[in-house]
T-cell receptor, first 114, second 110 residues
Framework: KAGVTQTPRYLIKTRGQQVTLSCSPI?????VSWYQQTPGQGLQFLFE???????NKGNFPGRFSGRQFSNSRSEMNVSTLELGDSALYLC?????????????FGPGTRLTVT | AQSVTQLGSHVSVSEGALVLLRCNYS??????LFWYVQYPNQGLQLLLK??????LVKGINGFEAEFKKSETSFHLTKPSAHMSDAAEYFC????????FGKGTRLHILP
């Protein structure tokens, strides 16, 4: 079974631009979460989508948004980029089983804002 | 509110020695607990998880962790470190959403 895929893997943008990141979850997983990882703040939860609905949201400004499509693929958008948005953005898909909750991460998209 | 504290941002152990990475959590309800490992330029890989039942959980690569409710701890151990264990390790707690600790970078000394 293929893992979580994220595209693109690397991205360089200029301040003020916007960016869209894509995530394809593991087949059968309906929940997708997004995280921002930086050296200073560590891993911070952005939001979670389940069946096309945002189920949870972290403490990020409205410039950060996301959506999920009917095939469970998800996109994350950041508008009006700031230097501080430079980070590794991780997507994870999850599944609740009889064994509990499991979450699997993609390789991430490294965004550099100049 | 739930939170996770990992003691030590860097831990160094000799190859063959015991690995102990500490994690304490706070949660208003019994949580799910996880340990993840991250190698350079990669995503996070699940090492092990605690949901319910047996408090000693075995994971991949010889790692295990013990859930101690009275101490609100979920420390990660491995009896004998290997060079390939050098990576960053994250403890996480989940109630409605997953909260990660700041991470501990494990260095293996030859």
């Amino acid at each position: 079974k293929a893992g979580v895929t994220q595209t693109p893997r690397y991205l360089i943008k200029t301040r003020g631009q916007q960016v869209t990141l894509s995530c394809s979850p593991i087949s059968g997983h309906r929940s997708v979460s997004w995280y921002q990882q930086t050296p200073g703040q560590g891993l911070q939860f952005l939001f979670e989508y389940f069946s096309e609905t945002q189920r949870n949201k972290g403490n990020f400004p409205g410039r950060f948004s996301g959506r999920q499509f009917s095939n469970s693929r998800s996109e994350m958008n950041v508008s009006t980029l700031e230097l501080g948005d430079s980070a590794l953005y991780l997507c994870a898909s999850s599944l609740v089983t009889t064994g509990g909750y499991e979450q699997y991460f993609g390789p991430g998209t490294r965004l550099t804002v100049t | 509110a739930q939170s996770v504290t990992q003691l030590g941002s860097h831990v160094s152990v000799s190859e063959g020695a015991l690995v102990l990475l500490r994690c304490n959590y706070s949660s208003s309800v019994p949580p799910y607990l996880f340990w993840y490992v991250q190698y350079p330029n990669q995503g996070l890989q699940l090492l092990l998880k605690y949901t319910t039942g047996a408090t000693l959980v075995k994971g991949i690569n010889g790692f295990e962790a013990e859930f101690k409710k009275s101490e609100t701890s979920f420390h990660l151990t491995k009896p004998s470190a290997h060079m390939s264990d050098a990576a960053e390790y994250f403890c996480a707690v989940k109630n409605d959403k997953i909260i990660f600790g700041k991470g501990t970078r494990l260095h293996i000394l030859p």
